[in-house]
Structures are given as C-alpha cells and as structure tokens.
C-alpha cells in the first residue's frame, strides 16, 4: 500500500507561516482528491483542506482565508500554506486522500506558541 510522508513541521509564533509538503512513497496523486488532516492532543482527527483532482478546493471554517492546499502533480507532491498560524492549531497533520482511503502515515507536528 501507498505510504505517505509528510514534512515541514515544527514551532513557530503565532502569526508566521508554515509549508507543509506530502509525498507519496508510490504511486501517483494525481488520481485522487487529496486532503490534510490534523489531530490535535485529546480530539479526533478532523479535515482541514480538501483538493478535488480538477482543483477545486474545501476549507473547514477554522482555517479558512489562512491556509491554502494545492498540488504539483509534476513533483508528485500536496503541499499545505499555513499563514497567520494561531495556538489552536497546534496538531499533528497528515495527508491522505479525500476522503481518507490510504494508510496514514506518521504525519508533522506542528506546533505554535509565543
């Protein structure tokens, strides 16, 4: 089965930015709709972007107008903008389709706090 790898994680303050980036151990992406996930301590795991194969794009309200998914299908890889970070979200992230029908991976930890 297709592992997943992400990367592009680790601390920052509130209000700078991070770029997530997701790649494929095999296979190819451009034959799903893609989506990051994110896990913070204690909750369920919960979408946060979803990208359709033709590039239309789903937010959840939380992150809307901060956070921007989209792919590069000639790289092989989904990346995820997060602009304007808050402590809220604070969470390990994953990628995976959309909906989420491959194996997880093991995901980065983001983490934002002054």
């Known amino acids: 089965q297709v592992q997943l790898v992400e990367s592009g994680g680790g601390w920052v303050q509130p209000g700078e930015s991070l770029r997530l980036s997701c790649a494929p151990s095999?296979?190819?992406?451009?034959?799903?709709?893609m989506g990051w996930y994110r896990q913070a301590p204690g909750q369920q795991r919960e979408l946060v972007a979803g990208m359709f194969g033709g590039g239309r794009t789903n937010y959840a309200d939380a992150v809307k107008g901060r956070f921007t998914i989209s792919r590069d299908n000639g790289k092989n890889t989904v990346y995820l903008q997060m602009n304007s970070l808050k402590p809220e979200d604070t969470a390990v992230y994953y990628c995976?389709?959309?909906?989420?029908?491959?194996?997880w991976g093991k995901g980065t930890l983001v983490t934002v706090s002054s």
């Open positions: 995976n389709s959309w909906p989420a029908r491959l194996g």
């Open positions: 095999e296979e190819r992406f451009n034959i799903y709709n």
